[in-house]
């Protein structure tokens, strides 16, 4: 009786599947720039710029006063290749299909998506917007905070905003509203499956078990600023104290306000940054975003840091941030591209299934009647309107 052998095009399948279903923060960002990087004879390299909304400013009065057009752009750079290597003998690949993703695709892939989906979740560290419950159980009023962050930031009120709790974080939120009056049919898959539903203005309500912690630097609020009329992605601090910053870090500075993106009046709240890279014992200049702009079409703060004014942390000296994350679809971006097909192979396949592209590549073994197989993505993400977008840092 001869083998019955899978075909390359259901191996791959299944494995797609299987990678899909277990992500929820990369199923619900931004995917619309696959196809750029798959144009056939056009290919465009392996980054792209992606273009920012202009930003203007409003004349009062009569008088014309042209103002030039300042475009601006991030760039998406996909170079990030995960892949997992397996080795398996013809008696395997006789199985059924059922058989064989559970013994060997499933928990490959399930590792593979792990790993993609926790190398997205770095993008986190990039949002300056937190609601600060350090210490404490979250409840509803944190998810109402960070709703109105991203309405401050004239995020829009549609149904691309998700909502992904970590698992403790989870617990808390359906302990606490388990006795609110809510949908029934909601209310039952609270108590049969201990998941949230629509709730707080967000679309969807996930938990996630890969969503990182974060252990802060060893400052505790002691730092200053040091000198006046400071702008741009650093500020000079005085580190008299010799702490240490951690990249992510949530901070803000005295005299510092937010102000309204579009009017640019002074909110009275002050703006916070996020720490872009990790600042040594008795570093004296901190990085971080946004930009301070105290003027013109892209100004987003009322005025420079106070000179000598405190630079505040969220969460006390090495707190442990255990965060949460609020977004819009658009705050972030993730990208998967079509790997190139070996010529030669007997035994290739590529599949896109709802924007992931995967290659699943078989070699074989002759003397030792194995199959080598190696099953890669290549792909890149990138923080494009952080803004829209915010950490809830609780427990």
């Keep these: 009786m ?3 052998l ?8 299944k494995a797609l599947m299987i990678l899909h279903q277990k992500l929820n923060f990369i199923g619900n960002i931004n995917r619309q720039y696959d196809d750029s990087f798959a144009q056939s004879g056009a290919k465009i390299g392996d980054t792209l710029k992606i273009r920012l909304p202009n930003q203007y400013t ?7 006063s042209a ?31 059922d058989d064989f993703a559970a013994r060997i695709l499933e928990p490959a892939m399930a590792t593979l998506a792990a ?26 009023k944190q998810l109402l905070l960070a709703q109105k962050r991203m309405i401050d930031m004239l995020t829009p009120q549609d149904n691309n905003r998700s909502l992904i709790l970590n698992t403790q974080d989870n617990v808390d939120m359906v302990d606490g509203l388990k006795g609110l009056f809510q949908d029934s049919s909601a209310i039952a898959r609270q108590y049969r499956e201990g998941l949230l539903g629509i709730t707080a203005g967000f679309g969807a309500v996930y938990q996630n078990t890969i969503m990182p912690t974060q252990t802060t630097g060893t400052d505790a609020s002691n730092c200053t600023v040091n000198g006046a009329s400071q702008t741009g992605a ?17 901070v803000t500075l005295a005299g510092c306000n937010r102000v309204h993106p ?18 040594a014992a008795g570093g004296t200049s901190l990085p971080i975003s946004p930009s301070i702009v105290t003027s013109g079409a892209a100004q987003n703060v009322s005025a420079s840091p106070t000179n000598s004014g405190a630079v505040t942390k969220v969460g006390g000296a090495a707190a442990i941030y255990k965060p949460s994350l609020a977004f ?22 590529r599949q896109v299934y709802d924007g992931i592209s995967m290659r699943i590549w078989q070699g074989d073994d002759i003397i030792n009647d194995a199959f080598p197989a190696r099953i890669d993505v290549l792909y890149g993400f990138k923080s494009i309107r952080p803004q829209m977008a915010c950490r809830i840092l609780s427990n």
């Design 328 to 349: 819009h679809r658009d705050a972030f971006t993730f990208v998967s591209a079509d790997l190139p097909m070996p010529k030669a192979a007997q035994f290739a396949s």
């Design 262 to 279: 579009e009017t640019k009046s002074d909110t009275g709240e002050l703006q916070q940054f996020v720490v872009t890279a990790d600042v």
């Design 58 to 64: 409003v004349r009062t009065g009569k008088t014309m």
């Design 6 to 13: 899978l075909t390359p095009t259901q191996v791959t399948r």
């Design 67 to 97: 103002q030039d057009t300042t475009e601006s752009s991030v760039t998406l750079t996909m170079a990030t290749q995960k892949g997992v290597d397996l080795n398996f003998t013809s008696v395997e690949l006789a199985l059924s299909i």
């Design 115 to 140: 790993n993609i989906e926790a190398d997205a979740f770095n993008m986190s560290l990039d949002v300056y917007n937190a609601v600060n419950n350090v210490s404490a159980a979250i409840n509803f």
């Design 2 to 4: 001869s083998n019955s």
């Design 234 to 250: 650093s500020v000079t601090i005085a580190n008299g104290s010799a702490k240490t910053f951690k990249k992510g870090d949530v």
